[in-house]
Nanobody, 119 residues
């Protein structure tokens, strides 16, 4: 079974930077989509950014501060977060999606990593 493991979360001061990484438990195949969601206390899980075969999709309010990148050889995805604000405090989840040769879609979620922005 495929697992996604996040790392890099922690405490950062406003204006600081943090880099999250997510590694899949297998390199036997490449995901069609990899990216990040987040869930703040009392709120629903929301999209942060996705890397697809067509390009990137980033939440408008995060453009310019958050950058997503993929390493296809290692089957990992990273999220560089700059100029962080307290509103960025949330649990960040790695997400991956693939479609097999028969057209069936599979979705995977990491366990989540806590990111806290506070002075």
């Amino acid at each position: 079974q495929v697992q996604l493991v996040e790392s890099g979360g922690g405490l950062v001061q406003p204006g600081g930077s943090l880099r999250l990484s997510c590694a899949a438990s297998t390199t036997a195949f490449k995901f069609d989509i990899m990216g990040w969601y987040r869930q703040a206390p009392g709120k629903q899980r929301e999209l942060v950014a996705l890397r697809t075969t067509a390009g990137t999709t980033t939440t408008d309010s995060l453009k310019g501060r958050f950058t997503i990148s993929r390493d296809y050889a290692k089957n990992t995805v990273a999220l560089q977060m700059n100029s962080m604000m307290p509103e960025d405090t949330a649990v960040y989840y790695c997400y991956a999606e693939m479609t097999d040769y028969e057209g069936r879609e599979y979705n995977y979620w990491g366990q989540g990593t806590q990111v806290t922005v506070s002075s």
